[in-house]
């Protein structure tokens, strides 16, 4: 499928604040509690990085064939499902597509842990992922186990991607 894998990432730390003007003109319109976000000023600037795997051997797992486009999701059961890492994977891509089993709408939150497949126990969790959030992980550690917990009691839809 690909012969590398191109990756960004991109944050930005807004601060929101109220403020208005009150005008002494009875001809301007005030403007009292207007909302306003603006960059953070002790980072002033928005974050970003970004990379290249690349002589990958273009094996994907998480989705349909080469030309399907569809994921092939993760569905919890009893609120977790876990996806182990055997071999070495050159990218993982997690996300919450907001979507239960049944494909209505799920606004809750899916919690990521990881172990050590060789006997690990679970630490605690690692992300906790909103709706639409996603995380990506460039040549994560062999032999972990990923466990992926849904709040509230509703069987949900993971969405992953890992290549090799």
Do not use: C, W
Not at 62 to 74: K, Q, V
Not at 75 to 84: G, H, K, M, P, Y
């Amino acid at each position: 499928m690909a012969n590398r894998v191109e990756y960004a990432v991109s944050v930005t730390p807004v601060k929101s604040t109220t403020f208005g003007v009150d005008y002494a003109a009875s001809d301007v319109t005030d403007l009292t509690g207007q909302a306003h976000d603006y960059i953070h000023p002790e980072v002033a600037k928005t974050l970003g990085g970004s990379g290249t795997i690349s002589s990958i051997a273009a094996t994907v797992v998480g989705y349909g064939n080469a030309t399907d486009g569809s994921p092939d999701y993760l569905t919890t059961s009893s609120q977790a499902v876990e996806l182990a890492i055997s071999a070495q994977q050159d990218m993982i891509f997690i996300k919450n597509p907001g979507l239960k089993s049944d494909n209505s709408e799920f606004t809750g939150t899916i919690a990521v842990t990881i172990k050590d497949t060789s006997g690990g126990a679970y630490q605690a969790a690692f992300a906790t992922l909103g709706k639409d959030m996603a995380i990506v992980l460039p040549t994560p550690s062999n032999n972990v186990t990923f466990k992926f917990t849904a709040s509230g009691s509703d069987e949900v839809k993971i969405e992953y991607m890992m290549i090799t």
